[in-house]
């Protein structure tokens, strides 16, 4: 498949962003199982400790866990930037990142301090690793565009997320007398809106209008938006560090009026796309982009209303809003079409038989995306729903560990077919419907 300034030759063997993905999904239902565990009280402030281990989880197990395998995929097919030895740096990565997330989480639901800070040389070496090596390959590479600028923004940003995160961890564990709250909500904005939010804009740029076949983005909008961001973020720094009210203030109305800037252009693009025909992704982006709005709107209400400001469950809803509305569905939502898509080009590349392969349509069933992209919405809506009635606590939760443990099967089954497909062509069997 030719398309103009995709570099398909150097994509890595599809098991290499495919084993990312078919573990995230398990963490988002481990997350789901320590809440219930805890109870419903776990809801009652963003620093209960199954709160914040349920955020890594969900951060670490699930969101970086995709966008890292994204990563090493785009990388070398979009920035032109080829990874040495790919296979060899997963396995650098994915087992000590996931074995630090589940000690970080253990260790905040245990209370032990112990297990929380053995869980920091894993996730140190697996993260820096990781940006140590997607730098480095980005320096040498010759392709220049906004996404490129947004990934090198958003690697810079999850660079700092981590050494933010690991001071963060020696001062709950009491090692350092740091002030812990301007800490964690520096590392929470560069994590959040840094690594994640710049990382899904900019890979948006490429994604949105080759999958959903919108027209491009406004070229001055993706020529600023990323460094608005990231100065927004660098401002936000300051004032919070140097308890600067008014900085504090005026850099967070800069980062939210971005991301909600970008939230209308999106869906601006999508009631323009060439082929209006019913599509999963674009329900999940839907969502993601009215969470995004919403949680804008939100954290506006905080600001005219200092009652809601101080209220726990203002972050809570926050949280929920940005990280399962915007976040995940707007990676939950390409995976559909990341996933099907691998599979079909590595099936292609071993140039088999015409009609002997499914097409993108056939490799994940369109009724079980639709499926779990309704589960997905009910999971939202009854989470934040539990913000404020405890009733909805654990309906929320058994419908969100559905919805993960149906992406992962979803996913799974992809791999499944790939298998098949290889396995028959191999043995010159013809194919059958997968």
């Known amino acids: 498949m030719a398309v103009p300034g995709l570099l398909f030759e150097q994509a890595p063997p599809i098991s290499v962003p495919l084993r990312f993905f078919l573990v995230a999904p398990w963490f988002g239902v481990a997350a789901a199982l320590m809440l219930a565990m805890a109870g419903p009280d776990s809801l009652a402030s963003r620093w209960d400790p199954s709160a914040v281990a349920a955020t890594h989880l969900l ?20 920035a032109g930037a080829a990874l040495t030895r790919p296979n060899r740096l997963a396995w650098l990565i994915q087992p000590p990142l996931m074995l630090g997330v589940l000690l970080l989480a253990w260790g905040f639901t245990a209370g032990r301090t112990e297990i929380l800070l053995a869980a920091l040389a894993p996730l140190a070496l697996a993260l820096f690793a990781f940006v140590g090596v997607a730098l480095s390959a980005m320096a040498s590479a010759a392709a220049k565009n906004p996404t490129i600028t947004a990934m090198r923004l958003a690697l810079a940003a999850l ?33 959040l809106l840094g690594w994640i939010g710049i990382l899904v804009v900019g890979v948006a740029y490429q994604v949105v209008p080759m999958f959903q076949m919108t027209p491009p983005y406004p070229p001055a909008l993706t020529r600023s938006l990323g460094w608005l961001m990231a100065g927004g973020l660098a401002a936000f720094s300051l004032g919070r560090s140097f308890e600067l009210e008014w900085l504090t203030r005026g850099a967070t109305m800069i980062l939210f009026a971005g991301f909600a800037l970008f939230a209308a252009t999106t869906l601006r693009l999508q009631r323009q796309r060439r082929r209006p025909l019913p599509d999963i992704t674009l329900r999940f982006w839907r969502v993601a982009m ?22 726990p469950r203002q972050p809570l809803v926050l949280g929920i809003l940005w990280l399962m509305g915007f976040a ?28 002997t392969t499914p097409n993108m349509k056939q490799v994940i069933a369109e009724t079980a995306a639709r499926r779990q992209a309704l589960t997905h919405e009910t999971a939202l809506i009854l989470l934040l729903a539990a913000c404020f009635l405890r009733q909805f606590f654990y309906p929320a939760l058994l419908v969100g560990a559905l919805s993960f443990a149906q992406v ?27």
């Open 159 to 191: 660079a700092l997320t981590v050494s933010l995160g690991l001071l963060a961890a020696w001062t709950y564990a009491g090692r350092t007398g740091l002030p812990l709250p301007t800490l964690a909500d520096i590392h929470l904005g560069w994590g």
């Open 408 to 434: 992962g099967a979803n996913l799974l089954s992809a791999w499944r077919c790939y298998r098949l497909h290889v396995r028959r062509l191999s043995q010159g069997v013809p194919a059958s419907s997968p």
């Open 290 to 311: 009215v969470s995004l709005l919403a949680s804008g709107a939100v954290w506006l209400l905080g600001l005219m209303a200092p009652p809601i400001a101080a209220s």
């Open 328 to 355: 995940w569905s707007a990676v939950n939502g390409m995976l559909y079409k990341i996933v099907p898509f691998l599979v079909w080009l590595h099936l292609q590349s071993q140039h088999p038989p015409r009609g």
């Open 59 to 78: 951060t670490l197990g699930v969101l970086a866990m995709c966008m890292i395998g994204a990563l090493m995929q785009m990388l070398p097919v979009v």
